[in-house]
């Protein structure tokens, strides 16, 4: 058969792995800084934009979908058209892929610490560049399910399985988590179009699988490619990489719910998240079972050469993180664990030694065969496996020792009854040495990163231009489309690329739509609460200043019902008290103290507070509160509140079900008003407020945006609560 010649598109993989070196300095020194911000709240204080709040979604954004979603494109660019002996589609539809995502990364970076946010973790970008996404989205697989399509090698490897999944899989969760009403087309405000309960069970749905199909299935494949490749041996076992995959992208999409275990969720959805959590510690070790036996008969050789070392951490990380998130998902577990920073070291397993260290040998091991040449220095490589290795100890272990003292001293009485430590702070204060530590283990890692920097730079200058690979192989002959004699049915799926991706689609919808659509659907599954009222006016733009500035960061607003909780906070919370929060605003992190019930007086820790120490609060937490380790809000103080979109906000919120009248948006402004003035008067009885800003005449203090805060955290919890007569 006549042979065809074509060229490998390296230039592509080059671009996208540049782009990942450069995007995982700056993610990671964004992180960093958020790391010292816990040892020094007010160091960026003043500026709005450099916040704790607006720049932590920066920091998760910058390394999942920057950093190592430019590495997984690396990765699937370079194997993907050497598995399927292929150029890629379309050279146009890959320019357009690296400079539409490169686009939408500096548009982030713009945005988040703007304030510009949705505040739903792992999904924070607005509108139109959640709409940007899916078509770039679109393009990525249009290029991909070409390149396959035309591919001269009928055998479609278990990588590229992965792949399939990944795009199938992100472009579902994306388009479905990220359904929102803009306030307007020229804005950037929106609003999710689920409320409470059902807004936190898709994001968590989207939350939890982002974290499986954007960072774990492409990085599998990327796995089951080039372990293989650079151990010099055949992948374990054929056999386990088909059970793994139909089982782990099954199970998988089931498992969101349990993240929110003991909250306001039904409990059949949260004890379906358990049962598929457990289950999917069995796919998520056959694989990395697979990735570790490949290694077998060269072990030898992991001795030396730094690319197996950083490989086989990566493949050990995944497994510790796929054993430590079943066992997360068992409610006496959970309860200990949830919201503390046991979560932070359990993510950044995953994300240093997984997602990092695959990235980094990949890099090492493509960059000398692009430029025809050897890496600048093993040495250091090798230091850079040590020094990153280490900087994962020292990040994560703190953090787990921080998470068992938080849980501990959250739970504790004294033999009369009443919290062992009723002040949140004493917490705080308790786990600062282990915020030392993680910033410490944090520049460790950073400094690994600067050293493959310079290995990687010294690398392509001693080597010659990436150019693209030349390559042959014969065209695809056509055979029957039916199964040949002997054929099994995975041998002939495996050459059915449309049939395959169906399968695969089925597969990813089944658990999303049996616990989704019940939760929309049955209205029982959401008793309403007649008491419940929605935002006023004023409130209402007091909690889009509270998404602005990412409170939800280090804030719940779920009360679980356990007995310290309830003795901290106040009253369980309720599903029915959620029905009109567009998006929810439960949280997944207590660096702070809960604050559903912060607007409800008489309960001895927590609410109930007045006006003025919200007020001196936010201005200067460490002059309330000694020790607290919350950063300065003084720009709030000074900001005047726009209202110029409140009506057109309220309008938006009726559209989605919220019952606003006419006249209610009618009235809005007026009715803002009087409510600002009311607790303005309150404000100003104080003499140290009055006599700052009593004179107040370009921007009276009514006006300004913090009052509008104070409105909407005096309401958090009220709406349930017994008023007296």
């Known amino acids: 058969m006549e042979m065809q010649q074509f060229q490998y598109d390296n230039k592509i993989v080059r671009n996208f792995i540049y782009a990942s070196i450069v995007f995982g300095v700056v993610g990671m020194l964004v992180g960093l800084i958020l790391a010292f911000m816990f040892l020094f709240p007010n160091v960026t204080s003043g500026i709005s934009f450099l916040s704790f709040g607006r720049l932590r979604p920066l920091h998760t954004n910058a390394v999942i979908f920057a950093f190592v979603g430019n590495a997984m494109f690396a990765g699937i660019y370079y194997s993907m058209q050497r598995l399927l002996k292929a150029r890629m589609f379309s050279d146009f539809l890959s320019k357009l892929h690296f400079w539409g995502w490169q686009l939408i990364i500096v548009a982030a970076a713009v945005t988040l610490p ?9 999904a924070e970008l607005e509108w139109p560049i959640d709409i940007a996404i899916a078509l770039i989205w679109v393009v990525f697989g249009i290029n991909m399910i070409g390149t396959i399509i035309k591919r001269r090698e009928r055998h479609i490897y278990v990588a590229i399985w992965f792949y399939i999944a990944t795009f199938v899989t992100v472009a579902v969760l994306h388009i479905f988590n990220s359904l929102a009403l803009p306030v307007s087309l020229s804005g950037m405000k929106s609003y999710s179009v689920y409320a409470g309960v059902q807004d936190a069970l898709v994001q968590w749905w989207y939350g939890h699988n982002a974290v499986a199909f954007f960072l774990t299935t492409p990085f599998l494949g990327m796995m089951y490619y080039f372990v293989p490749k650079a151990a010099n041996r055949p992948v374990y076992s054929y056999r386990l990489s088909i059970i793994h995959f139909w089982s782990l992208i099954f199970i998988y999409i089931w498992a969101g719910p349990h993240h929110l275990l003991y909250s306001a969720l039904p409990d059949w959805a949260q004890n379906l998240g358990v049962v598929f959590s457990v289950m999917l510690i069995a796919p998520s070790w056959g694989g990395m079972i697979n990735g570790l036996l490949t290694l077998r008969g060269v072990w030898d050789k992991v001795r030396t050469d730094a690319v197996l070392k950083f490989y086989v951490v990566a493949i050990t990380g995944y497994g510790m993180a796929t054993f430590e998130g079943p066992m997360l998902s068992l409610k006496n577990v959970n309860a200990i664990a949830h919201f503390t920073d046991w979560i932070i070291a359990h993510v950044h397993v995953g994300a240093l030694a997984w997602n990092g260290f695959l990235s980094f040998g990949m890099i090492y091991w493509l960059i000398p065969r692009m430029t025809k040449s050897k890496l600048y220095s093993e040495k250091l490589a090798n230091f850079h496996f040590w020094i990153g290795t280490l900087g994962i100890v020292l990040y994560a272990l703190p953090m787990y020792v921080a998470g068992f003292t938080q849980a501990s001293m959250w739970k504790q009485f004294k033999p009369d009854g009443t919290l062992q430590y009723g002040n949140f702070l004493e917490t705080v204060t308790q786990i600062i040495p282990m915020y030392w530590m993680r910033a410490i283990g944090g520049t460790l890692y950073l400094v690994g990163v600067l050293v493959l920097v310079y290995n990687i730079v010294k690398t392509i200058k001693q080597g010659a231009a990436i150019e693209d690979d030349a390559a042959e192989a014969p065209e695809l002959a056509v055979i029957s489309p039916n199964r040949l004699k002997g054929e099994k049915w995975h041998t002939w799926l495996e050459r059915k690329p449309v049939k395959f991706m169906v399968y695969t689609t089925i597969a990813i919808l089944i658990g999303g739509m049996v616990q989704i659509l019940p939760t929309i659907l049955v209205k029982s599954n959401i008793p309403t609460i007649a008491a419940v009222k929605p935002y006023t006016p004023l409130e209402l733009q007091g909690r889009d200043i509270y998404i602005r500035e990412g409170c939800v960061s280090c804030h719940s607003q779920l009360i679980r019902p356990f007995r310290s909780e309830v003795e901290r906070y106040g009253d369980y919370s309720k599903s029915g008290e959620y029905v009109y929060d567009h998006p929810f605003l439960w949280g997944s992190k207590r660096t ?3 604050l559903h019930r912060e607007g409800v007086p008489g309960k001895p820790f927590n609410g109930g507070r007045d006006d003025v120490w919200h007020f001196n609060h936010m201005y200067d937490p460490q002059s309330i509160s000694p020790g607290s380790i919350m950063p300065r809000y003084q720009w709030l103080i000074k900001n005047q509140l726009d209202n110029s979109t409140l009506q057109a906000k309220m309008e938006t919120m009726v ?24 607790i303005e008067s309150k404000l100003l009885a104080n003499p140290d407020i009055k006599k700052a800003f009593g004179e107040a005449k370009e921007v009276p203090l009514k006006d300004r945006e913090i009052i509008a805060l104070i409105a909407y955290l005096q309401r958090l919890g009220t709406d349930t609560q017994v008023k007296s007569k």
């Open 114 to 122: 703007l304030g510009y946010t949705t505040s739903k973790e792992y």
């Open 655 to 678: 559209t989605l079900g919220v019952p606003y009248t006419q006249q209610d948006i009618a009235e809005a402004l007026k009715t803002a008003d009087a409510q600002a003035s009311k």
């Open 592 to 594: 702070g103290p809960d």
